[in-house]
């Protein structure tokens, strides 16, 4: 039995999922994994449930959990985490952005991934909860980490892999994420610069700081 992967559908974890089919090019390797499609809250319920192996999760439900040195980090700005004027009310897609609202004390709307990312790409008002927290912190931002319950040698591996390879995502698959996401490949590919994946000593001390808190 192979390793069944919990998938986030983001762009953020485009670089990743790139690497993964570049990387997996053996029909045996292809064989050994699987993809469980599904929202970050969801996912962390399907690795704490064992019902996937492997996972990048929301970092409020990392602790405890074997990691890798993998995350999804922002140093300042992200663009896909906001918060909107108006009411406060969570998004039931998340965990670590509705937790992070409540720690900078912030009262608003929640709005996470994509649908951030496009709110905010059509000039509307929001506060990108990366900044405000790196302006408090003077740290990095730790959406998520790479976690897993099984097949730690296998993941681990990866991780390490992805962290010193260069992944270029090939034009038609920028053409088609972006079609398919409703903005241009060029605020794709910008958007995609921002965000980082090697978990460094600033973005551990971030998180540190951030579950204490």
Not at 113 to 130: Q, R, S, V
């Amino acid at each position: 039995m192979g390793v069944l992967f919990g998938s986030i559908s983001y762009l953020n974890l485009l670089p990743f999922q790139v690497y993964l089919k570049k990387h997996l090019k053996s029909s045996s390797a292809k064989m050994g994994f699987r993809y469980k499609r599904a929202v970050p809250s969801k996912i962390n319920r399907a690795l704490q449930r064992r019902e996937v192996h492997a996972a990048f999760i929301s970092s409020i439900a990392s602790r405890k959990r074997h990691c890798t040195n993998l995350g999804i980090i922002a140093k300042r700005n992200v663009y896909s985490v906001l918060l909107i004027p108006g009411q406060s009310q969570n998004d039931p897609a998340s965990a670590t952005s509705n937790q992070l609202a409540k720690v900078l004390g912030l009262e608003g709307r929640v709005l996470i991934g994509d649908a951030a990312l496009k709110y905010y790409l059509e000039g509307k008002p929001g506060i990108d909860m990366a900044q405000a927290w790196h302006e408090r912190t003077g740290l990095p931002f730790v959406f998520a980490r790479l976690c897993y319950n099984q097949h730690g040698k296998t993941i681990q591996k990866m991780a390490k892999q992805f962290a010193h390879t260069r992944t270029r995502i090939p034009q038609y698959m920028l053409k088609k994420e972006s079609q398919k996401r409703g903005i241009t490949p060029k605020q794709l590919s910008w958007y995609l610069e921002h965000i980082h994946y090697e978990m460094d000593w600033k973005a551990k001390r971030g998180l540190k700081k951030f579950l204490k808190m």
